[in-house]
């Protein structure tokens, strides 16, 4: 069964940085895509980085320069560097596996708030 948790988020002033955490059980992220997403009130849920199971990353071209994926091979967990942070970076981030699946259960993600 997979299990995603994801944490870090909180309140940050714009221009400064957080870090997100995503531990994952029953799914090995060096065998998989993954992809952290955000959502916020009235959209639909949009990637915003992948990295491949080979370690390819890609970053939606809104956080290009600001936001870097990454992961911890041993430990299981993926990482999102949120820098230069904006308002319209704001939103609930989730992890999952990328592309992610009409069936896949999301976690309870975290919440991100960028203060202007």
Do not use: H
């Amino acid at each position: 069964q997979v299990r995603l948790v994801e944490s870090g988020g909180g309140l940050v002033q714009a221009g400064g940085s957080l870090r997100l955490s995503c531990v994952g059980s029953g799914i090995l992220f060096t065998l998989n895509s993954m992809g952290w997403y955000r959502q916020t009130a009235g959209k639909e849920r949009e990637v915003v980085a992948t990295i491949s199971s080979g370690g390819a990353t890609d970053v939606a071209d809104s956080v290009k320069g600001r936001f870097i994926i990454s992961r911890d091979n041993i430990k299981n967990i993926l990482y999102l560097q949120m820098n230069s942070t904006k308002p319209e970076d704001a939103g609930v981030y989730y992890c999952a596996p990328w592309p992610s699946s009409a069936f896949f259960s999301w976690g309870q993600g975290t919440q991100v708030t960028v203060s202007s």
